[in-house]
Nanobody, 117 residues
């Protein structure tokens, strides 16, 4: 059974930073491209970033390009999202995702990020 467990969310002031983690199990993590997606209140899922199974290349949405960095540690089956220069509009539930854009799409339970002064 695929399991994706996100952590690291919280309340942060505008301009602050957070690092999200996602621990994966139940599949061969090192062979899959992985993504982060988010969902703001009252909105649909928004793709943020994808990382190749090897760790490069990476792809970022325009909304986070230059502020967020996706990375992975295949030895630890862990996906990361380093978020900097956070804005109030980054407030959302953040999900680690496998097979984004596919009918096989799966995500974790999410971790809440709230950006507020």
């Amino acid at each position: 059974e695929v399991q994706l467990v996100e952590s690291g969310g919280g309340l942060v002031q505008p301009g602050g930073s957070l690092r999200l983690s996602c621990t994966a199990s139940g599949f061969q993590f090192s062979l899959y491209d992985m993504s982060w997606v988010r969902q703001a209140p009252g909105k649909g899922l928004e793709w943020i970033s994808t990382i190749n199974w090897r760790g490069a290349p990476t792809y970022d949405a325009d909304s986070v390009n230059g502020r967020f960095t996706i990375s992975r540690d295949n030895a630890k089956n862990t996906l990361y999202l380093q978020m900097r220069s956070l804005k109030t509009e980054d407030t959302a539930m953040y999900y680690c995702a496998k097979d984004w854009g596919s009918s096989r799409f799966q995500r974790g339970q999410g971790t809440q990020v709230t950006v507020s002064s």
